[in-house]
């Protein structure tokens, strides 16, 4: 879970997090909440994050692992940021492979291709090495992490996007399972196409040199948080190229060298594929 504040239910905490919480129920994006939060607090976002996990929790869903978001470093320069940041996922995020994403679902939904690890063991130590992540992956998968944003017009600065779950909507995996022995993840190129047209590409360098970096990256945050990654946990290893707008009635698909394949739909309104 995101790291404790001193005073996580303050006024300002609670109320950033209401804004968060009734736009999602409404369906309508609130203004963005940095305003509401002590200017450039990183520790008070990922405060007002756990407190909306753990709403959600509270309703029934499971926490299955992390995504890491802001691996790209031109995205890294917009925001200001020199680190990636993590949201938690929860089992009622998880869209079948080919499935379909009902209209309405998200308010403003945009897609982007990644590795997806499944861990093996558990990795507690808060100074991680690659040899260590590496024993720890169970298998890598073809992912789809199709990204929302409470806030309107995707207007978000560190602060908002943190607090905000790091932007997380929906997440979609391959079927078929890859050892690590069998794909050198850095070296890795995916195409994303919209409807049979190319909208995005990319390779395993791209996410922050390798996406077995940003996993490292993200075990040791965790574990000197004291809330590590565990086995059997799914990792979102950030995006390999630029995201698109899912549109009603677009249909994606991702293909990664070494990994597969992954697809999904957009619902028109109205339609339940």
């Not at 200017?39 to 709403?55: F, K, M, S």
């Not at 990792?235 to 677009?250: C, D, E, F, K």
Request: charged share 20%; with cysteine; net charge negative.
């Amino acid at each position: 879970m995101p790291p404790r504040s001193t005073d996580p239910l303050s006024p300002e905490t609670r109320k950033a997090a209401d804004a968060l919480w009734d736009a999602e129920r409404a369906g309508t994006p609130c203004p963005p909440v940095r305003d509401q939060l002590p200017v450039g607090d990183v520790g008070a976002a990922y405060a007002v994050q756990r407190v909306n996990v753990e709403r959600r929790l509270a309703q029934g869903p499971r926490l299955v692992g992390r995504k890491i978001g802001l691996t790209s470093p031109a995205v890294q320069r917009q925001l200001g940021v020199d680190q990636p940041d993590f949201g938690a996922l929860l089992s009622d995020m998880a869209v079948p492979d080919g499935g379909s994403v009902p209209h309405g679902r998200l308010l403003q939904p945009k897609i982007e291709a990644e590795v997806a690890l499944v861990l093996a063991a558990d990795l507690p130590h808060p100074q991680m090495t690659l040899a260590d992540v590496i024993r720890a992956v169970d298998f890598a998968l073809p992912a789809l992490e199709i990204v929302d944003s409470r806030i309107a017009d995707w207007d978000i600065t560190l602060v908002d996007t943190v607090a905000d779950n790091a932007s997380s909507g929906l997440f979609v995996l391959g079927g078929t399972p890859v050892p690590l022995t069998s794909v050198d993840l850095r070296a890795v190129t995916m195409t994303m196409t919209r409807d049979g047209e190319e909208v995005s590409t990319g390779t395993g360098a791209d996410c922050l040199d390798g996406p077995l970096n940003a996993a490292m990256w993200l075990a040791s945050t965790l574990a000197a948080m004291g809330d590590p990654l565990r086995a059997g946990d799914i990792v979102l290893t950030g995006a390999l190229g630029p995201m698109a707008v899912a549109l009603p009635g677009s249909r994606f698909e991702a293909a990664i060298t070494g990994l597969g394949s992954v697809r999904v739909g957009f619902a028109k309104e109205g339609s339940e594929s």
